[in-house]
């Protein structure tokens, strides 16, 4: 074999599993929590919470940097009345993949 059969680029790709079961609830507190089934079993990276209330062309990231093992989260900030939706994504620092979405409409406080 030549020296220069040896010297060719190899490109590959790792796929950074997407949380499953986005689920979302309004609590007693009327604040909204979050929950999650985490696909990836490796420590590194975390995880993001990110929020919309106009199908994310606008986004609001509600928490960054959490544990790349959390499987939930309370959402404090929101408002009476607003219909939210939710995405997590998971991410290292080659790969980012997002989570499905799930909607929430927070009661109106009066």
């Given at each position: 074999m030549a020296e220069?059969?040896?010297s060719s680029e190899?490109?590959?790709t790792t796929?950074?599993?997407a949380a499953s079961g986005v689920a979302a609830t309004v609590n007693?507190?009327?604040n909204v929590d979050l929950?999650?089934?985490n696909n990836d079993d490796t420590s590194d990276g975390?995880?993001?919470v990110e929020r919309s209330t106009d199908g994310f062309s606008t986004v609001t990231t509600v928490a960054s940097g959490l544990s790349s093992s959390t499987t939930s989260y309370t959402d404090t900030s929101v408002s009476s009345g607003e219909t939210y939706e939710y995405r997590v994504e998971r991410n290292t620092d080659h790969a980012t993949a997002t989570g499905?979405?799930?909607q929430?409409?927070?009661p109106i406080i009066r």
């Open positions: 220069s059969d040896l190899v490109n590959a796929v950074l599993p007693s507190n009327n929950s999650w089934t975390g995880i993001d499905t979405t799930v929430t409409k927070t």
